[in-house]
């Protein structure tokens, strides 16, 4: 189960390839990418627009640094609900930005990796 509330890049890819993957909201009820940012929109573009690009950015960098320290202190429970916060906030973000995070990730990841164009990728380790 993966509930929903609100640094590094790395870490941010590999949570959205998850959710992807997993394609899952909490209760195991499946939606996808496309449906969950239309709930956010629904349930927060109101704010979120009168917020702005630039704060609602600062509150998705807050959430992924609580993914940080809940992954810092091995929190499974913690890290469930960062997890989540980091999407929702991400969701909420390409919305004032007006951008399809479903169409933005799975264009860039669409079966192999974007570097090496290989599966798994064979990229080399930095």
């Not at 917020?51 to 429970?77: H, M, P, S, Y």
Request: hydrophobic share 35%; glycine share 8%.
């Amino acid at each position: 189960m993966i509930s929903i509330k609100y640094y590094n890049v790395g870490l941010l890819v590999a949570t959205l390839r998850y959710l992807i993957k997993m394609n899952k909201i909490s209760g195991g009820h499946l939606v996808h990418i496309r449906e969950f940012q239309k709930l956010m929109k629904e349930l927060y573009y109101h704010r979120d627009s009168k917020r702005g690009i630039f704060k609602t950015f600062t509150w998705l960098v807050q959430e992924i640094g609580e993914l940080g320290r809940a992954l810092l202190d091995n929190d499974r429970e913690g890290l469930k609900e960062e997890v989540g916060d980091v999407f929702a906030w991400l969701a909420s973000l390409c919305n004032i930005l007006d951008i399809d995070l479903e169409e933005s990730a799975v264009s860039k990841y669409h079966g192999v990796c974007p570097k090496c164009g290989e599966k798994p990728c064979h990229c080399s380790t930095e």
